[in-house]
């Protein structure tokens, strides 16, 4: 599935642009609930997985490059001890209080076995 930029994403990316929000780094998530990202959608909707925890994206570490209209940040590794269902991920605000975007893994879920695991996300937002 391809990224969604929820409405209250939207607004808060505005106010971001605009300077009518101060920013600050965003934290990428995994969600274990069977969620499909909708426009509606507000960060509740998803049950986020908190261990591993949220990892932090540092603003200044993301790659923009303007002539193919694409920002990316390295991929991020998730280690998980136990088992878990990954279904996508969500970015939010560094307080993890606003869904900025959300992403279902097209190949997912992703199912953790008893022993741990990985999840590796490489966050990718297309300007176009």
């Not at 995994?30 to 603003?59: H, N, R």
């Amino acid at each position: 599935m391809a990224l969604l930029v929820p409405n209250v994403g939207e607004t808060e990316m505005l106010k971001r642009v605009l300077n009518a929000a101060t920013p600050d780094d965003v934290k990428i998530h995994l969600y274990s609930d069977d969620q499909t990202p909708a426009e509606a959608d507000v960060i509740g909707d998803y049950t986020l997985i908190t261990s591993p925890a949220a990892i932090t994206l540092t603003g200044s570490s993301w790659d923009v490059t303007t002539t193919a209209g694409t920002a990316s940040f390295a991929q991020q590794t998730f280690t998980f001890t136990t088992t878990a269902t990954a279904y996508g991920y969500v970015i939010t605000n560094a307080a993890g209080t606003t869904l900025l975007w959300s992403e279902r893994f097209s190949d997912g879920p992703y199912s953790i076995p008893s022993g741990g695991g990985t999840v590796k996300v490489t966050p990718v937002i297309a300007l176009d």
